[in-house]
Every structure is written in structure tokens, then in C-alpha cells.
């Protein structure tokens, strides 16, 4: 049937899981350990709210529902401090020929986040009116690896679930494809994200002759 794209959003498109991960590891430092590299691929795909839970575990920090509500207010302050900074230039190597080539073909094309902050990033980065639907984490009950954020782009793009390519960058994200049998792209690491149906260490990797057998396939 005809082809859908959803794509990811931090990690992927734009340089932005850096800026989580810093934002994430000066409350850790703040509450006084830790929190390496390694560990956030762990926090990649995953929501603002279980993201704390899970750093909190790490710490072995015991808070109250109104001291969670403060950290997760003053990560996304320093987050979005990080933001307001992009410009076109954070778009990641190769994304943009990717998109651009897909958009003269009219394949349809969603984005699939669990960021809160989708929308003005891609304005930010002027990729907003690229995308054919946005589905973030401001419209789903369920975090990947649960598929919801998927699903729905697929039936907004009116495309089968099995007609939609996703592209990756986190654990969880893949799975997510994975589990509604949809195309999963991993971008990154392939020992991290072995579970990909492809994998690429980034946009500069795809050829069109890779697109057109997604297309055609
Ligand atoms: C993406 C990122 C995660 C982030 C999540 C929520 O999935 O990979 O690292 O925690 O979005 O983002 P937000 O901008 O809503 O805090
Ligand atoms: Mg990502």
C-alpha cells in the first residue's frame, strides 16, 4: 500500500538529546550523583515525567510529589533556555536533503515525539510546515515503547501500520515500531539500537536508492 514516514524528533532531526541530556544531569549533580552518558540512552524516546522517576531511581532519591513537580519545571527551564538558541544550523548532517527529497515525491510524512516542546523546535529550525501531521507528547497517554505516538501519525497519514517507516534514535522508539510491525530506521549506534530493522549512523547514510526501495517496497 502507500508509503508513510514518521520520523522522531530530538536525536534525529535536530541536535537536541545533547541539551536533554545536560539539563538532566545538572539535577543529578545537584542532588548529588552521577548520571552518565550510558545511562541516558536509557532516558532517550522516554517521557519528561517517567525520565525523572528513572533519574531519581538511579540516585536512590526519595522526594515528594511537590519537589518532582519543581525538578520537573526547572529541567525543562534549562532545557528550554537550550532551545531558544537553535537556529537551522541544529538541524542534523543529511536531514534536510532526506525531507526534501521525500516532500517532491508527496510521500506523506508525520512527526512522532514524545517531547512536549515539538512544535517550537520545529519552527525554531523552520521545519514545521515540512511535516503533514505532529503527533507529540501533548497528544498521547502512552510513552514509547508503548507505539500510541506511532499509531496515530499512521492514521492521521492514512497509511497501514505496516506501510510506515519510523525513524529512530532511542531504545524505546524502536520498539515501539517494532511492535506494530512497522519499518524501523535506527539512527545511531547499532550496537545500542540492534533491534532495527535498518540501521545508520546518520542522515548522510541514506541514499535516495535506499528511499526508493522503501517506497517502492
Ligand atoms: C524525547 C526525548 C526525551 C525527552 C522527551 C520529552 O523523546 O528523546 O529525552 O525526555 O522527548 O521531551 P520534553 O521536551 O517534553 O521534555
Ligand atoms: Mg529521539
Known sequence: GKKGFIFDLDGVIVDTAGFHYLAWRNL???LGFEFTEEQNE????????????ILLEIGGVKATEEQKEGWLVSKNEEYLSYIAKMTENDILPGVLKVLTYLKEKNIPMALGSASKNAQPILKRVGLFDLF??????NHVEKAKPDPEVFTLGAEELEVEYTDAIVFEDSIAGIQAANRVDM???????????????????????IDTA????LINA
Open 183 to 205: 519499518v524501523s530506521v535506527g539512527i545511531g549506534d547499532a550496537k545500542v539500537l540492534h533491534e532495527a530493522d535498518y540501521n545508520f549512523n546518520d542522515f548522510t547514510e
Open 132 to 137: 503533514d501531521c505532529i503527533v507529540d507528547g
Open 28 to 30: 543529578a549533580n545537584e
Open 42 to 53: 536509557l532516558f532517550k524516546g522516554v517521557s519528561r515525567v517517567r525520565s525523572l522517576e
Open 210 to 213: 535506499f528511499l526508493d526501495q
